[in-house]
């Protein structure tokens, strides 16, 4: 029925859903901090792997959809070019807060476990795409592979938050992460949990609409597949991150802010097996073209920058923002350019 709307009534649309997805991620954010309070689990862990999770969803919804309808270099460009431009989301949270680099002030352990873990990910799809052409009842050994380490990198995450064997130096800009109400530790998280998953319902709705409308423009107007899913549905599906990542920053969760951009990454790697499991016409990293592959690398290095950022804890650079935040917006930029000319 999307598809043959009048284009008018389908950007109507588009632009609805794109309304749901960011509002349900603002009301997400303040419900995500209030259940890491309540929880204790910790700002980076539950932005790593609840809210980074949930604001993923839409995104998860239109790679899975556009793999089952046949478009692998849809579905994959849409996770991999959502992985750079959140990523990119994280550099401009930083020229929000003022005091000091938000790499420097929101330090945490678990942040740059799941940064090493993500970079880990990024590198399995590449092995995949440059090894033979193996599929089991249609899925590649790889997104297997990838499935069975965000599960045990997810379990160390959590060692790491709850046990570190060590800590970041601390100095007067560093934000520490404890409860913003000494009282929220004693309370039910049960009631903001049940309304953190209706939240999730209407992104993953949202994400379907999204994708139906991406699909859409694929073939009304010609467009090149990874195009679309790299530099439209990517970005948009992405918009969650970055209105929680923003809201993060202000609400002083730092933790939160970089731990659910880090960890909703992380999370987007599963993009990719959902994707090869719906995609039914063999291994959906030898359906790509080696185009695909360059959204891929780009992430791949935005995430090396930023873990390096993590590690240096630069106090403040240009424009009191660290260098690694200039690094990823030029990555990024002149990727965007690259992609648009070539």
């Known amino acids: ?47 790593g792997l609840i809210l980074g999770g949930a604001t993923s969803l839409a995104g998860i919804v239109v790679s899975v959809n556009a793999a089952a309808s046949g478009d692998a270099s849809f579905a994959f460009s849409n996770a991999v070019g959502g992985i750079a431009a959140q990523t990119l989301f994280l550099a401009l949270a930083d020229l929000l807060h003022k005091r000091a680099n938000l790499e420097h002030a929101a330090a945490e352990p678990a942040n740059l476990f799941q940064a090493v873990m993500l970079i880990i990910l990024l590198s399995l799809p590449i092995s995949a795409m440059a090894g033979p052409n193996l599929s089991y009842f249609g899925v590649h050994p790889v997104s297997v592979l990838m499935f069975l380490a965000y599960v045990a990198g997810t379990r160390l995450s959590s060692t790491i938050s709850e046990e570190p064997m060590w800590r970041p130096v601390k100095t007067p800009e560093t934000r520490e992460d404890t409860p913003e109400d000494d009282k929220e530790a004693g309370r039910s998280a049960r009631g903001p949990a049940i309304k953190f998953a209706v939240l999730v319902a209407l992104m993953g709705c949202g994400g379907w609409v999204i994708s139906q409308v991406g699909g859409t423009f694929i073939t009304r107007f010609a467009l090149s597949s990874s195009l679309v899913g790299s530099l439209i549905t990517a970005v948009v599906t992405s918009l969650p991150e970055l209105v929680t990542t923003l809201v993060a920053v202000r609400r002083g969760a730092l933790q939160l802010a970089v731990g659910g951009i880090i960890g909703g990454n992380t999370f987007d790697t599963l993009f990719l097996v959902a994707s090869d499991i719906a995609y039914r016409d063999g291994s959906i990293f030898h359906a790509v073209a080696l185009h695909d592959l360059y959204w891929l690398a780009t992430g791949l290095m935005m995430t090396a920058v930023l873990l390096g950022g993590l590690i240096l804890r630069q106090r403040a650079g240009p424009a009191r923002i660290g260098i690694e935040s200039v690094l990823i917006m030029a990555i990024y930029t002149t990727a965007l350019v690259v992609e648009v000319t070539a």
């Open 1 to 47: 029925m999307i598809s043959s709307l009048p284009l008018p009534l389908l950007l109507l649309v588009f632009a609805a859903a794109i309304l749901v997805v960011v509002l349900a991620s603002v009301k997400a954010t303040q419900l995500a901090d209030i259940i890491a309070d309540r929880t204790r689990m910790g700002e980076a862990l539950t932005g």
